[in-house]
């Protein structure tokens, strides 16, 4: 039989780069879901945006053949695109946020889906039926609602819920859980699974996460560097793979600590009775307590809205507690004792400085010897080159700028460095390098760490001690190993169920 998609040889540059996509092939049968594996760079969103027609004015296609339902698409211009896209090829962006426009309602933008694929003057039934497709409990109130008033979660699944409007043959799926949280990115996932299998569906999944591949797709293909260095049945090539550059990538999955015995003395982070109400009247935290030992790493675990991130900046002196004290060696926290790492390094960063400018600044208040020297040492103490000072962050890849970001809380010699999701936006590679990082500086520097993350895993491959929250409270708490043998509470059990690829 015909494939229903089926890719030979297909080459696309930017400029005069060296290939993005190099000589891929890949096939997809109907109702089929298909993923697409690797690291950041490897070319599977450029391949992505190529099978739907999305390509930039940048990029070139200069070789290889596409075929859809039998017919080339290849050569298509805008308008022959227009009549595919959103009628029999659907695309699902990576980030909801940005794809959809914050002027609009959700009617208004669901309604122009439901246009461009086919239906002239949707009416409201049109419009809920599409919402509650895709799992939305009261389609009629979010239609009337904006995407700042959602959460991530739904905002993802309006997303879901535009492009499958038409009905398509084919939904391409551009890493569309990777900035959620593990309990709503399973609720995604099921969703996306639910409409291969109910409609006959054939998925194309676009992710850097292993895990979601062994639990999703029937087939996987391994991309780096532009070329798909294997493909095949996901049980087979991530259970027994060929490729040197799959088997790196299993090796990257994070794995708990192995007999981590939690520093013993007193607590140099002291965490007692936190509460914080903001002026809307919402309890963002709602009394927590925990302790940290020098030299200790604790994990703050929880899902998205659950208050971890407001106790992060509430230890960081960001904002003020309502209720309740931080203390740090029994006082209240002094400034340069406790610095601060952002999930998004690119936002936190000056992008008109250098890197050695970044790292430098907070030298200036210690003074003490040559700085340039310092930001040396700083940057190889992060794995990073010397001439990385030179440039400015645009020019460094996500692992990179994390690790300047990094650098830059090394440099006051803090007792205590606070991470707030450090590597949720990183392919497991890259994550797997940050999170060895981590372990490294504690053994060199005996510096404590408090890591804060949506992903248990993350947690426990660094932490020794964790504690889980939910809805501003602590729910469960102690040493990682316990805490993932024999969970006591129903979340924690849910967030090991949710871990992608859990049970391979």
């Given amino acids: 039989m015909t494939p229903l998609l089926a890719v030979h040889g297909l080459t696309v540059r930017y400029g005069r780069d060296r290939p993005a996509v190099a000589g891929a092939d890949l096939t997809v049968e109907a109702g089929q879901i298909v993923a697409v594996v690797g690291e950041s760079g490897s070319g599977k969103s450029t391949l992505a945006h190529a099978l739907a027609g999305l390509l930039p004015d940048t990029a070139t296609t200069t070789g290889g053949v596409i075929t859809f339902g039998g017919e080339r698409i290849d050569g298509l211009r805008e308008r022959g695109w227009r009549r595919l896209r959103g009628r029999r090829i659907a695309f699902v962006p990576q980030d909801p946020g940005t794809a959809l426009n914050p002027l609009m309602t959700v009617r208004a933008q669901l309604a122009e889906a439901l246009r461009l694929a086919g239906t002239p003057r949707p009416g409201r039934d049109a419009l809920e039926d599409a ?258 000072a030179r440039r400015r962050p645009s020019a460094l890849s996500g692992g990179q700028r994390q690790r300047v970001a990094i650098a830059r809380a090394l440099a006051p010699s803090p007792d205590l460095i606070v991470l707030d999701e450090p590597v949720s936006a990183l392919d497991a590679v890259t994550q797997a390098q940050i999170l060895a990082l981590l372990r490294r500086l504690r053994d060199s520097r005996g510096m404590s760490s408090l890591l804060i993350s949506h992903d248990l895993a993350v947690v426990a491959a660094v932490a020794e001690r964790l504690a889980v929250m939910r809805d501003g409270r602590i729910v469960e708490s102690g040493p990682t190993a316990d805490v993932l043998a024999s969970p006591e509470a129903s979340f924690t059990r849910d967030l090991l169920a949710a871990i992608p690829g859990r049970g391979r």
């Fill in 131 to 388: 919402l509650a497709r895709v799992g939305i409990p009261d389609p009629a109130e979010v239609l009337g609602r904006y995407p700042h008033q959602l959460s991530g979660g739904f905002r993802q699944r309006v997303l879901l819920g535009m492009a499958l409007a038409g009905r398509p043959e084919l939904l391409i799926a551009d890493e569309p859980t990777s900035a959620l949280d593990t309990t709503v990115q399973k609720t995604v996932l099921d969703l996306i699974q639910q409409v291969a299998v109910r409609d006959g569906t054939s998925i194309l999944l676009i992710t850097h996460d292993l895990g979601v591949a062994a639990d999703r797709a029937d087939r996987v293909a391994v991309m780096t560097e532009g070329r798909v260095v294997e493909e095949g049945p996901a049980g087979r090539v991530l259970g027994r793979p060929e490729a040197a550059y799959t088997r790196l990538l299993l090796d990257s999955a994070p794995r708990p600590l192995t007999g981590p015995a939690p520093p013993e003395g007193e607590p140099l982070l002291a965490v007692r009775d936190l509460r914080k109400v903001f002026p809307d009247g919402k309890v963002a935290v709602d009394g927590v307590s925990f302790s940290l030992t020098r030299a200790g790493a604790f994990g703050l675990v929880g899902a998205s809205g659950s208050g971890k991130s407001t106790v992060a900046r509430m230890i960081t002196a960001l904002i003020e507690p309502t209720a309740g004290s931080v203390l740090l060696d029994g006082a209240p926290v002094r400034a340069g004792r406790v610095q601060f790492v952002t999930q998004n390094p690119y936002t936190s960063l000056d992008p008109l400085w250098s890197v050695g400018r970044i790292i430098a600044e907070p030298l200036r208040a210690t003074g003490g010897a040559d700085r340039r020297a310092q930001v040396r040492r700083l940057l190889e103490e992060v794995a990073l080159p010397p001439e990385v």
